[in-house]
């Protein structure tokens, strides 16, 4: 019984989502390898052969690898699906764009989002935003997972020494092609890797105010800048911004909320945090229900005051 983790990278460096899944894997499995497809990927190869607990690194290289799109890649999968018992990536965008055609291809149902190994074919999955947990057992001979990468602390990126087996790639048939990707460039820490983070949401007004009182804010903590769908929505920031159910997952050490009510689905993607903080003006606010710490206040009087208060 040997896992398989599909790798979250750029052709130069693995993401953390990764370490991640690994985690969950060896929950799994005892073995667990990795693969690594892209082009021109070694540097990245190299890196996850030195995660703790990987037994062996396949690499595939070719020109229809590069962008992991879901159709070569999952062709890539498949050749050597029958090796695995199980198949795990994380609940990223690729993630979920990837296993869900693989887990079709084999006729298996798909594990999605699980935060706990209950055994080796037992799972625990957040449903209703987070508000219940299901347990789910599979009784398919292969396991296709994706994994809630908060569920679960990474695997040290060092001490490992797997080999490293190189493969050649499948045939691409062609259908799909990459066009283009728009990326929003920014020097802070990625949202969902990230230590702390900043949120605005609604009640700061306007795409101006936030940038005024939260983008500060954030760099005296050296945090990563996120907001409420509610924020989004209204255009103060890009949707890559975006925190809760229908954004991204997150729970860094520090989660710091400005004018954030605490909708449900906002709650969903942020509640798992070490310390949250709150500030709003509405006691009554739900963000407060699960805040370590809460201020009810004008947030355009106490966010300047504790911008000004950490030097």
Do not use: W
């Given at each position: 019984m040997?896992?398989?983790?599909?790798?979250?990278?750029?052709?130069?460096?693995?993401?953390?989502a990764t370490l991640n899944a690994v985690a969950a894997a060896l929950q799994c499995s005892p073995e667990v390898d990795v693969l690594v497809c892209g082009n021109g990927a070694d540097a990245?190869?190299?890196?996850?052969?030195?995660?703790?607990?990987?037994?062996?690194?396949?690499?595939?290289?070719?020109?229809?690898?590069?962008?992991?799109?879901?159709?070569?890649l999952a062709?890539?999968?498949?050749?050597?699906?029958?090796?695995?018992?199980?198949?795990?990536?994380?609940?990223?965008?690729?993630?979920?764009?990837?296993?869900?055609?693989?887990?079709?291809?084999?006729?298996?149902?798909?594990?999605?989002?699980?935060?706990?190994?209950?055994?080796?074919?037992?799972?625990?999955r957040p449903i209703y935003a987070g508000n219940a947990?299901?347990?789910?057992?599979?009784?398919?001979s292969v396991k296709v997972i994706t994994v809630?990468?908060?569920?679960?602390?990474?695997?040290a990126a060092m001490g490992g020494s797997a080999?490293?087996?190189?493969q050649a790639a499948v045939a691409d048939t062609g259908k799909s092609c990459f066009i283009g990707r728009?990326?929003?460039k920014s020097d802070r820490p990625e949202l969902t890797a990230a230590k702390i983070i900043v949120s605005g949401g609604r009640g700061l007004g306007s795409g101006e105010k936030y940038q005024e009182l939260i983008a500060p804010l954030a760099d005296k903590l050296g945090a990563a800048l996120g907001a409420s769908r509610a924020a989004?929505?209204?255009?103060?920031?890009?949707?890559?911004?975006?925190?809760?159910?229908?954004?991204?997952?997150?729970?860094?050490q520090l989660y710091v909320a400005v004018g954030i009510s605490g909708a449900i689905q906002h709650l969903a993607g942020m509640k798992d945090s070490k310390v949250i903080v709150a500030i709003n003006k509405d006691p009554e606010a739900p963000i407060f229900s699960v805040a370590d710490y809460g201020l009810v206040a004008d947030l355009f009087t106490a966010v300047p005051e504790l911008t000004k208060a950490l030097g």
């Amino acid at each position: 019984m040997t896992a398989l983790v599909i790798a979250e990278h750029d052709n130069k460096s693995l993401k953390v989502a990764t370490l991640n899944a690994v985690a969950a894997a060896l929950q799994c499995s005892p073995e667990v390898d990795v693969l690594v497809c892209g082009n021109g990927a070694d540097a990245a190869a190299q890196a996850a052969s030195q995660i703790a607990g990987v037994r062996k690194v396949i690499q595939v290289e070719a020109a229809a690898l590069v962008d992991q799109l879901a159709e070569p890649l999952a062709a890539q999968i498949l050749s050597i699906a029958k090796n695995y018992s199980h198949i795990l990536a994380p609940a990223t965008a690729n993630g979920k764009n990837v296993l869900p055609r693989v887990a079709a291809k084999l006729d298996v149902a798909q594990l999605s989002d699980i935060t706990k190994v209950v055994s080796a074919d037992t799972f625990e999955r957040p449903i209703y935003a987070g508000n219940a947990i299901a347990t789910v057992q599979s009784g398919d001979s292969v396991k296709v997972i994706t994994v809630r990468t908060t569920g679960f602390d990474p695997v040290a990126a060092m001490g490992g020494s797997a080999t490293i087996e190189k493969q050649a790639a499948v045939a691409d048939t062609g259908k799909s092609c990459f066009i283009g990707r728009e990326l929003t460039k920014s020097d802070r820490p990625e949202l969902t890797a990230a230590k702390i983070i900043v949120s605005g949401g609604r009640g700061l007004g306007s795409g101006e105010k936030y940038q005024e009182l939260i983008a500060p804010l954030a760099d005296k903590l050296g945090a990563a800048l996120g907001a409420s769908r509610a924020a989004v929505d209204a255009g103060y920031v890009p949707n890559d911004y975006q925190v809760g159910q229908t954004g991204k997952i997150v729970a860094p050490q520090l989660y710091v909320a400005v004018g954030i009510s605490g909708a449900i689905q906002h709650l969903a993607g942020m509640k798992d945090s070490k310390v949250i903080v709150a500030i709003n003006k509405d006691p009554e606010a739900p963000i407060f229900s699960v805040a370590d710490y809460g201020l009810v206040a004008d947030l355009f009087t106490a966010v300047p005051e504790l911008t000004k208060a950490l030097g």
